[in-house]
């Protein structure tokens, strides 16, 4: 380096690019190896969490261990819930169970359970026994309920008072909990039985008259959720009412938890990665880089679903070798043809499966969007099947076989853009997530069909040309 660590260190500033990312880990792994644990703190000190996580997940294993080991508790804690699982499964593999508990017990309830439910039994049933009975039941609870429902999604960590309390007692309550609550954006009114019953935005409690009723000030009119939803139709109603958080009811109305946007936005990109990983034949988000045959054992069974499905557009090619042999020149579009026809099929899909995904499309909605798709694949295959009539008719100088592959195309198109569209809805319409629709299923498919139908028009117009 052209400087000491020591000035270095002194002039640091949170990480905001590539150069300054480098520098920084250049000085770490220095500082790391001669085991300066205060100057390590030093660089650390001024950054956030998330920066923190971005720099371990570059460092080795070992140096990673090491680094964790001289955070404070309460800044792990928050590092820790920044990286990705294999990271996570990692690092705590070297703890004891004490350790990892002293580190959760700084973490919200949602994001210690996330943690727990990852642990292997035994190591988890040993951490819940070294946190203290409050917290572990409040884990217990959530663990209850499934990962990717609001239930699993929650934390407990919320301001809730009596719709019958003053406002000056809500105050007193938000005081109450601020070391417990993070971000406190709208208290909770309950009735006797616990049931919500109303929330007062922060603003308004603030600005409200000394000595009113929280129910005299509350809004009634507030959007919830239940324990059983789906995470993606809890992240659908926060995008659709542009909430900051949202409570979380029991069957009964029961407040029980509460879901803030951070939350929200994690979810939204988990179900993102997920559709795009899917869509291309791939599950293993979560398995390390370092385990190449768990990953390719994980993508090995959609390339056996493409590769049968080649099988079959070859086997319908030979039942098609004396039209072919009649007419070798057909061979020579069948790379168009399957290529035009796996893009318009991904196309629709990819539209129908975002529409899915956010709510712009539904169900009810499965006739008028085939219509749809049938009347842009019809314009579609208009254009590209006068343009192909266009060049095999110079290129061959036939026109009659340049309009059998103009119609071939047209048609292979609205197949295309058919089952494109159809398989979603499907497959949601079955519980089945809408994105393994695409790649390779609608490509082989089309691949498979639209061979039929080529072949199957050369067969017929052969005796025309």
Do not use: C
Not at 19 to 30: A, M, P, V, Y
Not at 38 to 45: A, P
Not at 81 to 108: A, F, G, H, R, Y
Not at 406 to 416: G, K, L, R
């Amino acid at each position: 380096m052209g400087e000491t660590v020591e000035q270095s260190v002194a002039k640091h500033e949170p990480i905001l690019n590539e150069e300054t990312l480098k520098e920084t880990l250049e000085d770490l792994r220095e500082l790391i190896e001669q085991k300066a644990d205060s100057f390590i703190r030093n660089i650390l000190v001024n950054l956030h969490p998330a920066d923190i996580a971005e720099i371990m997940r570059y460092l080795s294993e070992e140096e990673r261990h090491y680094l964790f080991q001289i955070l404070p508790k309460d800044v792990a804690s928050e590092v820790l819930t920044e990286l990705d699982q294999p990271v996570i499964d990692e690092i705590l593999s070297d703890l004891n169970p004490k350790e990892i508990s002293e580190v959760l017990t700084e973490m919200d309830s949602d994001d210690a359970t996330d943690i727990i439910s990852e642990l292997p039994e035994q190591v988890a049933e040993n951490v819940l026994s070294n946190i203290s009975e409050e917290d572990r039941l409040e884990v217990e609870e959530l663990l209850s309920h499934h990962s990717e429902t609001a239930g699993g999604l929650m934390a407990k960590e919320f301001v809730a008072v009596n719709q019958n309390d003053t406002v000056d007692e809500a105050i007193q309550e938000i005081r109450k909990k601020a070391e417990e609550v993070e971000d406190v954006y709208n208290v909770y009114a309950v009735d006797e039985a616990g049931r919500l019953v109303g929330e007062i935005p922060l603003k308004n409690l603030i600005l409200a008259r000394p000595g009113s009723r929280v129910k005299d000030v509350m809004d009634t009119d507030i959007v919830t959720v239940y324990t059983d939803m789906d995470q993606e139709e809890v992240a659908k109603i926060v995008k659709k009412y542009d909430l900051v958080s949202v409570p979380v009811v029991d069957s009964e109305g029961r407040l029980v938890g509460r879901i803030t946007i951070d939350d929200v936005i994690d979810v939204m990109e988990e179900e993102a990665s997920e559709d795009i990983t899917m869509m291309a034949g791939i599950t293993e988000t979560d398995i390390p880089e370092t385990s190449p045959f768990k990953v390719s054992r994980s993508r090995l069974p959609w390339l056996l679903v493409a590769f049968g499905g080649e099988i079959i557009s070859g086997y319908l090619m030979s039942r098609f070798q004396t039209s072919i042999a009649q007419l070798i020149s057909v061979v020579f579009f069948v790379p168009l043809i399957m290529a035009v026809g796996g893009n318009v099929g991904n196309q629709a899909a990819v539209v129908v499966i975002r529409g899915l995904a956010t709510g712009e499309i539904a169900l009810v909605d499965t006739r008028r969007r085939l219509a749809h798709e049938f009347l842009v694949a019809l314009l579609n295959g208009l254009f590209l099947g006068t343009l192909v009539f266009t060049i095999s008719a110079l290129w061959l100088h036939d026109p009659k076989l340049g309009l059998m592959i103009a119609i071939s195309m047209i048609v292979v198109i609205e197949n295309a853009a058919f089952l494109g569209a159809l398989i979603p809805f499907l497959l949601k319409k079955i519980g089945i997530d809408p994105a393994v629709a695409t790649s390779p299923f609608i490509t082989t498919s089309n691949d498979i069909f639209g061979l039929l139908i080529y072949f199957s028009m050369v067969t017929i117009f052969l005796k025309f040309l």
